[in-house]
């Protein structure tokens, strides 16, 4: 398929696990951004990438959570010593080019469960 | 801090009849305004988008108006469908920032 692609699609994981998720973007999408949509609320930007450029990690809620993008294209987000408020859908979505005029393809998400 | 908000989480309406769903940001900064459209287990797909340079921009059955004055921006659907039914997100970016800013969200049922 030519969109942006997730996995896993859902994961129950417990608290003081981590997770991965990752995230296969658009090919040839040099700007990669990683949200979350908590229970009733709007989408959260947690971290965008830019072609080589460091990433901006300004939204990311903790140190718990890192994400990197190897080869300019799969990220993956990975969130340490997991916490029930971690629960809700992250998604992962890519653009031609980074910029706030660009739209954003998104992916389905990544439904995360923490117990 | 939420920059972005819609304060009505769920819209019912008859089909053929206008949807109008609203947002209210509180950043003056913001200069681009897009909606977005999310079904379920799916993610958020582009609809429409508007410039703070204009009051209106419009495609097909989908109006988006902005009202800079107010922060105020609207998403008018004329004639409803049933398929519309579905999470609309709206959002905004400055040219400052590479990131966007959502609401979170409106549930539009559009009953046959």
């Known amino acids: 398929g030519a969109g942006v692609s997730q996995s896993p699609s859902n994961k129950v994981t417990e608290k003081g696990k981590d997770v991965e998720l990752r995230c296969d973007p658009i090919?040839?999408?040099?700007?990669l951004y990683w949200y979350r949509q908590s229970l009733g609320q709007g989408l959260e930007f947690l971290i965008y990438f830019q072609g080589n450029s460091a990433p901006d990690k300004s939204g990311l809620p903790s140190d718990r959570f890192s994400a990197e993008r190897t080869g300019g294209s799969v990220s993956t987000l990975t969130i340490q010593r997991t916490q029930q408020e971690d629960s809700a859908v992250y998604l992962c979505a890519s653009s031609l080019v980074v910029g706030p005029y660009n739209e954003q393809f998104f992916g389905p998400g990544t439904r995360l469960t923490v117990l | 801090d939420q920059q972005v908000k819609q304060n009505s989480p769920s819209l019912s309406v008859q089909e053929g009849r206008i949807s109008i769903l609203n947002c209210d940001y509180t950043n003056s900064m913001f200069d681009y305004f897009l909606w977005y459209k999310k079904y379920p287990a799916e993610g958020p797909t582009f609809l429409i988008s508007i410039s703070s340079i204009k009051d209106k921009n419009e495609d097909g059955r989908f109006t988006v108006f902005l009202n800079k004055s107010a922060k105020h921006l609207s998403l008018h659907i004329v004639p409803s469908q049933p398929g519309d039914s579905a999470v609309y997100f709206c959002a905004a970016s400055d040219r400052n920032n590479n990131d966007m800013r959502f609401g979170a969200g409106t549930r539009l049922t559009v009953k046959p």
């Open positions: 090919s040839g999408h040099t700007a």
